[in-house]
């Protein structure tokens, strides 16, 4: 009976560890369309459970030919993120600018206007650079959080100089603990103690 017990709950919060490494959604620029520059209307993709990848292009806004990517996503009921990773950044023309800024908001628009530098809508933001790429970010975005619960959010993603430089952003979406995950946890405690 002990056996059986620990076999249904061992397999049982297998699952539920295994499916924080699940592969979820990619969008890639290249692939699937530019990004919009519009922080009022942000381009919405739709992140599944797992690791969710992003590709973009961004360069100086301020210029011509600029271009400035903002994103939004939603995490459901039940599910939170644990991690965002700026996983790379890349000039692909060769140039040593690799640099990007990459801001959270709390919402499905960008309530900070860029320009002046103003607003309410930034909680926080990094600048990359070979001390924080590839490195869990959401503590630096979120102003302290370690997790980010159910809701709307909205990245920013720009650089400032002539050349492109490519970003790859893991965001990695998990099922929050469930009673039943907690029941499961309870039966291994309590299979410990008749021991």
Do not use: C, K
């Amino acid at each position: 009976m002990r056996q059986s017990a620990f076999l249904v709950t061992g397999s049982f919060l297998g699952l539920i560890v295994g499916s924080s490494v699940a592969m979820g959604a990619v969008y890639d620029e290249s692939i699937d369309g530019d990004l919009s520059g519009d922080r009022f209307n942000p381009t919405f993709i739709d992140f599944d459970l797992g690791v969710n990848t992003v590709i973009n292009e961004t360069v100086n806004a301020e210029i011509e030919s600029g271009d400035i990517d903002y994103l939004t996503f939603s995490v459901g009921a039940g599910q939170w993120v644990d991690s965002i990773i700026i996983a790379d950044t890349f000039n692909p023309n060769g140039g040593l600018d690799m640099g990007v800024f990459v801001g959270l908001a709390f919402d499905n628009f960008f309530d900070f206007d860029i320009d002046g530098f103003i607003g309410d809508g930034l909680e926080g933001f990094i600048i990359t650079d070979f001390t924080n790429v590839g490195f869990e970010s959401i503590e630096t975005l979120s102003g302290g959080l370690t997790t980010l619960g159910q809701g709307d959010y909205t990245l920013w993603i720009q650089q400032g100089n002539v050349d492109i430089t490519r970003v790859t952003t893991h965001i990695n979406i998990v099922p929050a603990p469930s009673a039943m995950a907690l029941l499961g946890l309870g039966g291994l405690a309590s299979i410990r103690r008749r021991r």
